[in-house]
């Protein structure tokens, strides 16, 4: 079947003028206009078309799939359990079976006892080709458990209440949730937020257990179509949180847990380009900001005048403080210096130094880990690296020492030293140093030769850590380096290292990744068309750009969940994230710049005849961040347009969201396929 000819989906005439700039899109029929459901014959046949010959090409690697999944299986512990920890008068953990695509979550009494199963993913899941716990939150008390489930992919979850005595399910339930989950201080109900019409959370609601949701109270609603409404709750649980905002700014209020129903304390009102988030230790509000550096600083204010602000750490060049973290006994900061991850314990009275948790080696990633309790004297932490599987600390506060109670197991057996990872510095075309993380089999000649996986996302201050990987070692072991372009755009090196990646500065990201690999590559880790490179939503708009800019730098490219139609999607105000995306990368509807901006690097808009490397994308019918038509449309354009004879793959998951495949064998079959065409297209023996 592999002389199949790849699916033409048709052309119909449309195009629209804006700024007076009129542009074409004769595949803008593939967004049905029924979305979120999704009907259109002639949609649906396309995709379906583009399955099977996905189907048919990828059928005779099937072999290399099935082998890549049992390795990559094989790393795995099946019964893979979490390590206990103390809320209360319980231990909590979560556990996989032999077999389970699920957890199963438990708890026993620290006097003594039975274990207790909270919740049995696995049989929720019975039957559902997608499934997805969301908020997991219990009671005070600990006798009641409030959940809420997806099973379509579509982030529109359903809450359900369960009484943990009996085991039976209370009557309430509350579809269209989209938030977490924090109950009040005397367990007669819990907030949530609802999810609107375009899927955005524009409000905070109150549900007293045992009344119709329908007259659920709303405690705070948001106007701005842009931003975004949670909840949560202080570490000492005596406050409730309210936060909104979108990406660069934030205003938060606090509730009494005991009086949900009091009025909120502002701690400050929106400025925009002003984020903080907020914790408490007694009376006093712990600030963290960035309201005067884009390193953040620490400041307190009383919680009668949450307004006065008095700054405790003033913000540093070198450690971008990332959050804080109030204790009974002490305060947590949590940051990178020079992009490694510290964890420091300040002292409240500030007498002494604060102490910083020290890491074993040069290029790692750490942080605290589930730490429920208020009055905690061991702190838990997790820590891993390109070559050290994760592994579970517990500090104790006073003698700081670290225990160690788990390291990742491999059953299969895995080996560090026949590995090696190094921090590099490449410079990129502006001068500016970028950081790349890579790892390689110990004996990697330097000389050109070898393949190379290159990984990165850099947008929306997110940072990918230099963490380890199981599935990686398959690459690995077939002589690959894997690197990490720690690109502008996330925000690995401090706040300014997003911002120099965002709307006007867009293109530094594209840049700096196409920068990297051109060293690499002078740097004899590989050579050029001997790259395989991977991103994944908005790193798919990466792996968009740089495919246009420069095709022949790359070997493969897998693409999933692109956010590839950049300009349309920005133009469209009924999606559910655009009026918020706009500070990420512009308002093209008002701003004839950022429209003409977009308009120069969207991948879709600047597909052109020229050959294009082997590539791989991937769409979740019910995805509502990166919608199912545009990879699907990239796709179209793309095998009307190049000039090559290269494969091109689009796979739709027409039963899953964003996030792919949910159950953790169903997600490793996933990554298979996926380095399975690596290893394809670039001549690598399997």
């Keep these: 079947m592999t002389d199949m000819k790849p699916p033409v989906a048709a052309t119909r005439p449309h195009s629209f003028t804006m700024h007076g700039i009129t542009i074409d899109d004769p595949w803008a029929w593939l967004k049905d206009p029924e979305y979120p459901d999704v009907t259109d014959k002639d949609v649906l046949a396309y995709l379906a078309e583009e399955n099977a010959y996905f189907e048919a090409q990828m059928a005779p690697h099937q072999p290399l799939v099935d082998r890549l999944y049992e390795e990559m299986k094989s790393r795995i512990k099946e019964d893979e359990s979490s390590v206990p920890q103390k809320d209360g008068d319980h231990l909590y953990w979560t556990a996989f079976e032999t077999g389970g695509q699920y957890r199963k979550w438990w708890r026993r009494p620290v006097a003594g006892g039975p274990d207790e199963l909270l919740l049995d993913e696995p049989a929720l899941a019975e039957g559902k080709e997608y499934f997805r716990l969301g908020a997991f939150a219990v009671s005070n008390d600990s006798r009641l458990l409030a959940y809420a489930i997806d099973d379509n992919g579509s982030e529109r979850f359903t809450i359900h209440v369960k009484d943990l005595t009996t085991g039976a399910l209370l009557p309430d339930t509350i579809p269209g949730m989209l938030s977490d989950i924090v109950w009040a ?52 649980r005596r406050w ?29 009102p929106r400025q925009a380009g ?34 006065e602000w008095t700054e405790r750490i003033a913000p540093s060049p070198h450690f971008y403080m990332t959050g804080v973290e109030c204790f009974r006994d002490f305060f947590i900061v949590e940051g990178r210096e020079d992009g490694l991850d510290q964890v420091e314990l300040h002292a409240y009275d500030g007498t002494s130094p604060p102490r910083r948790i020290t890491f074993p080696e040069a290029s790692y990633t750490a942080g605290i880990g589930d730490n429920p309790e208020y009055d905690q004297t061991v702190l838990r932490l997790g820590y891993e690296s390109m ?12 003698t700081g020492e670290l225990t160690t109670l788990k390291v990742q197991e491999i059953p299969c057996g895995y080996d560090a030293a026949r590995y090696a990872t190094e921090r590099l510095k490449i ?29 990165a996302y850099g947008a929306y201050g997110h940072a990918i850590p230099p963490g380890f990987s199981t599935g990686r070692l398959s690459l690995l ?45 002078e740097q004899g880790w590989t050579s050029a068309g001997r790259i395989a490179i991977a991103g994944r939503s908005a790193g798919g708009e990466l792996m968009g750009a740089v495919v246009n800019s420069d095709p022949g730098l790359w070997g493969a490219v897998i693409a999933d969940v692109p956010f590839v139609d950049v300009l349309n999607t920005m133009l469209d105000d009924t999606l559910p994230l655009t009026p918020g995306e706009w500070p990420e990368w512009g308002n093209p509807i008002e701003d004839r710049a950022a429209f003409e901006l977009i308009h120069g690097y969207s991948p879709y808009d600047n597909v052109k005849a020229q050959e294009y490397p082997p590539l791989f994308i991937s769409g979740g019918l019910n995805d509502p961040r990166v919608t199912y038509w545009e990879p699907a449309k990239w796709a179209a354009k793309l095998r009307a347009t190049k000039t090559d004879a290269n494969i091109l793959l689009l796979k739709t998951n027409m039963g899953a969201g964003h996030g792919g495949k949910s159950g953790r064998f169903e997600s490793l079959r996933e990554g298979a396929e996926e380095h399975a065409f690596v290893l394809w297209q670039l001549g690598v023996e399997g």
Excluded: C
């Design 185 to 236: 201080g005397d367990d007669s109900g819990f907030l949530y937020g609802l999810a609107n019409k375009e899927w955005r959370t524009d409000n905070a609601r109150f549900h007293r257990l045992g009344t119709d949701p329908a007259d659920d109270v709303e405690l705070f609603h948001e106007d701005d179509e842009g931003y975004r409404v949670a909840v949560g709750e202080t570490s000492d």
């Design 240 to 268: 409730i949180v309210i936060g909104t905002g979108d990406h660069v700014t934030s205003e938060i209020r606090l509730l009494p847990a005991a009086d949900p129903f009091a009025e909120p304390i502002l701690i400050a």
């Design 274 to 307: 002003r984020e903080y988030d907020v914790d408490i230790h007694g009376d006093t509000l712990f600030i963290h900001t960035n309201d005067t550096d884009p390193m953040w600083r620490l400041v307190t204010a009383p919680i009668t005048a949450p307004g």
């Design 387 to 398: 070559v050290t599987p994760g592994t579970v600390y517990d500090y104790d506060t006073a």
């Design 427 to 455: 410079t990129a075309r502006d001068g500016t140093q970028v950081p790349v993380s890579i790892v390689y089999p110990h004996d990697f000649p330097r000389d050109g030769s070898r393949p190379l996986f290159l990984y």
């Design 477 to 521: 072991d077939r002589g690959f380096a894997y690197a990490i372009a720690h690109i502008r755009g996330g925000d690995d090196l401090g706040q300014q290292w997003y911002h120099d990646g965002k709307l006007a500065k867009r293109t530094n990201t594209f840049n700096d990744f196409v920068d990297v690999a051109k060293e690499l590559v």
